[in-house]
């Protein structure tokens, strides 16, 4: 058996796309391991669950004067190359990364979106694809590069914005489909397959 890939996960909130994750990688087909998760938020509901499922999860408060961003991702950063972290998967991280974080980090980091990129970069997506009047919404797993939301596309799902739609309600379906798009596209993203996941079926 070769040995697994040591996947690191960071959250900032609720953690459902961790749990997730975490789930099916604790699979033993799967080439990946979850090996840590690492919070910017120490009151972050993912922390106890990622506890829960005995994973090691650590948080470094960066709201305080006395540890700046710089510091949070030095203390990252570490954290990242002792536990020979090979993929990170950022799942709800509200905290945009440095240049020079993702320069610096020598493995791959991917993160998941809630819209179809190269749509609604950035905050409030729900609020924003209601406020266009689109159809469609979804999320995208992508890989993270030095321009926000716009690296390479790895999967993406999508769902039917109905006309009593709210911000809430439309988080509230899409987070499944969320859940098993990270799933599926690291699962495809690990083995080496380059193919885009497309999950492009509406909801009624
Ligand atoms: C998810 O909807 C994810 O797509 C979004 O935060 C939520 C986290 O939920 N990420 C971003 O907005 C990143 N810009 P979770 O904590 O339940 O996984």
């Known amino acids: 058996m070769p040995a697994k890939i040591k996947v690191a996960i960071l959250i900032s909130g609720l953690g459902s796309n961790m ?5 099916d990688l604790k699979n033993q087909n799967h080439l990946g391991e979850a090996t840590i998760v690492v919070s910017d938020n120490p009151d972050a509901l993912g922390l106890m669950k990622a506890e829960q499922l005995k994973i090691p999860a650590f948080s470094f408060a ?10 949070f991702e030095n203390n990252l950063l570490q954290l990242l190359i002792s536990n020979n972290i090979q993929v990170v998967c950022l799942a709800g ?7 020079k974080f993702i320069k610096d980090f020598p493995g791959e980091i991917l993160n998941i979106h809630p819209s179809i990129l190269p749509s609604i970069k950035g905050l409030n997506t729900h609020e924003r694809a209601i406020r ?12 993270v590069t030095e321009k926000l939301d716009s690296g390479f596309i790895l999967g993406q799902t999508t769902i039917s914005i109905h006309k009593n739609d709210t911000p809430h309600s439309l988080s509230k379906r899409l987070k499944p489909k969320e859940n098993q798009l990270y799933v ?6 690990l083995s080496g397959n380059s193919k885009v996941i497309q999950k492009l079926e509406l909801d009624s």
């Open 62 to 71: 960066t709201n305080s004067k006395t540890l700046d961003k710089s510091i």
């Open 184 to 189: 599926d596209t690291l699962r495809q993203f």
């Open 19 to 23: 749990e997730a994750l975490i789930k």
């Open 93 to 99: 991280f509200m905290k945009i990364l440095s240049s």
């Open 132 to 143: 266009r009047n689109l159809h469609v919404h979804g999320a995208t797993v992508h890989k």
